[in-house]
């Protein structure tokens, strides 16, 4: 296959299909934050009515967070062996189902079943979504738009803590409205993604030559056929699932499952906890709301810089330093808890805006370094992974603001940074300028369109 062959799709201009999809596949990371964001709203509401116990109240509130934690890794895999495009609407359908049921839900195990259910539709939509954006973008709109993703998750819960004050003063009622509210969106989005094709690499891969063929002549144009296609077979061994952690791609898992982890550890608890460690380091009542607020924006910020950043940069030097700079800001913290009031609010929304190289880059790296049979799967199983973390460092975030203090629990969070960087150097790949299959090709590459050698490790 000749080099102009194979670089055709990855060199196509930005069209309207390529944003549209961008936008449709913007709708699951959407959901994940409005779902996850709304329900700590409508718990004020609920924990009275139905006399809820702190554990019932923790439980519901994880609940969404379990499910995405299932829904990642078994819609990776149903996207690998059925295909995006039928799985693309089929989630959000699940959530729209679920998200009306709620309103009726006045048992809290029925309550942490369809909200388990949501989550299980929206971590589902992870690597279906992301798996079809990756596969049809050009390589220069590649981490952009990847990337663009977590920003919506921002976007959806800002939307939630909106909707969710609203809804509060609308009387006994209003934590059905707003956790029904989720059907709303998604009805919006699923109208939006009818219509998507099928991934043509997919189909070429699957040996539906055809369809992918009439796939490629409708997106980019009547003179692209089958032969347009990169053959990925030319660039690695054929692997499924079962051999990624026994071949040269379980490095690749290996790293992005550390890495995603650390990034999101330190976020969720803060993010989570906002209140109670604002209210540690002194800033109490409004201060403390409005402190929270700010930190939503500028995490919000982060990301839209590093959207920008992510291909100036290359992948491997923004991840290393948003690990170190952000590290750096939590450290501080660590070391002066004491500090006044503004000095604590800078050094907060330093780590909000610096830590989103590794917030986007948790959507660009597990795209671009697996092959098309397995990425939804590869995506699948390093979203559920990091998910453990998260999960578990955000609960013991409360004990280790009693145990250690907001000094030493900052420290910690340091710490884990810390990890992240070091891994991120050790490991880090840099796939910027490359072509999908080349940056899924296990061989390490020289690409003139990075600018420098491209450190693929395997």
Not at 132 to 141: I, N, S, V
Not at 326 to 341: N, T
Request: proline fraction near 5%; glycine fraction near 12%.
């Amino acid at each position: 296959m000749t080099a102009h062959a194979g670089n055709r799709l990855d060199d196509a201009p930005l069209s309207r299909f390529h944003k549209k999809l961008a936008l449709y596949s913007s709708g699951g990371p959407f959901l994940d934050g409005y779902v996850l964001s709304v329900i700590g709203v409508a718990m004020v509401q609920i924990s009275d009515q139905q006399d809820l116990s702190d554990s019932a109240q923790g439980l519901i509130g994880a609940s969404a967070l379990i499910g995405i934690f299932l829904g990642a890794f078994v819609g990776g895999w149903l996207t690998d062996r059925f295909g995006r495009q039928l799985l693309y609407t089929i989630d959000l359908i699940a959530i729209i189902a679920c998200s009306v049921a709620q309103f009726w839900a006045d048992d809290p195990v029925w309550l942490f079943i369809l909200r388990l259910l949501i989550g299980i539709a929206v971590g589902a939509d992870y690597p279906i979504a992301t798996s079809l954006l990756a596969e049809f973008t050009p390589r220069r709109y590649r981490g952009p738009l990847l990337g663009g993703l977590v920003v919506m998750w921002f976007v959806g819960a800002a939307a939630a803590y909106i909707v969710g004050e609203i809804l509060l003063r609308t009387g006994d009622d209003g934590w059905r409205w707003m956790l029904a509210s989720a059907a709303l969106p998604a009805t919006i989005i699923v109208l939006l993604r009818h219509g998507t094709p099928e991934s043509p690499r997919w189909l070429a891969n699957k040996g539906r030559t055809e369809q992918a063929e009439a796939v490629l002549k409708k997106v980019y144009g009547p003179d692209v056929t089958i032969a347009d296609l990169p053959d990925e077979g030319e660039e690695r061994e054929n692997v499924d699932l079962k051999a990624i952690m026994r071949s040269g791609y379980g490095g690749r898992m290996l790293y992005i499952t550390v890495f995603w982890t650390c990034s999101i550890i330190p976020l969720f608890a803060i993010y989570a906890f906002g209140p109670k460690i604002l209210d540690a380091l002194q800033l109490e009542g409004g201060l403390a709301n409005v402190g929270e607020a700010l930190i939503t924006v500028m995490f919000l910020i982060g990301c839209v810089i590093a959207l920008f950043a992510v291909n100036r940069m290359g992948r491997r030097p923004l991840v290393i330093h948003s690990f170190v700079w952000s590290g750096l800001a939590l450290l501080l913290l660590g070391i002066f808890p004491d500090a006044p009031s503004g000095v604590i609010m800078v050094l907060f929304a330093l780590y909000a805006i610096i830590i989103g190289g590794t917030q986007i880059l948790q959507w660009v790296y597990p795209n671009e370094l697996f092959p098309t049979e397995v990425r939804g799967s590869a995506v699948g199983l390093a979203s559920s992974a990091s998910r453990i973390g998260a999960a578990v460092g955000t609960y013991l975030v409360p004990m280790a603001l009693t145990g250690w203090g907001v000094g030493g629990t900052m420290l910690a969070a340091a710490a884990i940074n810390a990890v992240g960087a070091v891994v991120s150097v050790l490991w880090a790949p840099e796939t910027r300028g490359m072509a999908l299959h080349e940056a899924a090709a296990l061989k390490p590459r020289t690409t003139e369109s990075a600018g420098h050698p491209a450190r693929v490790t395997g």
